[in-house]
């Protein structure tokens, strides 16, 4: 085997292994975190952002009880805003 091909077997086996630890790093991330209703400021939800709106960066005000953000998990009942506590659920307003 040359040299050029042991450098390239060296490569492709570095390249795939570092896929595999991203693909399993961004799993990882997302089974951490949680919907958390009631804590977004408008314009700044990651989805559901209720009648009249489609979904990311579309709610209208502060704090609006049907669009969520994207929370480290376990901690959106923490959160506290001027009017409410963080939820798990959507809040009726």
């Known amino acids: 085997m040359s040299k050029m091909e042991t450098t390239m077997g060296i490569a492709a086996a570095v390249t795939c292994a570092l896929g595999i630890a991203t693909a399993a790093h961004a799993e990882d991330m997302s089974k951490k975190m949680e919907k958390c ?41 923490e959160i506290k805003t001027p009017d409410h506590m963080g939820s798990l659920e959507a809040i009726e307003m």
Do not use: H
């Not at 977004?40 to 209208?60: E, F, I, K, R, V």
């Open 37 to 77: 209703f009631g804590v977004a400021l408008a314009g700044q939800n990651d989805c559901a952002a209720g009648p009249g709106t489609t979904c990311a960066g579309t709610s209208t005000q502060d704090y609006q009880g049907n669009a969520w953000k994207l929370v480290p998990a376990g901690t959106c009942t």
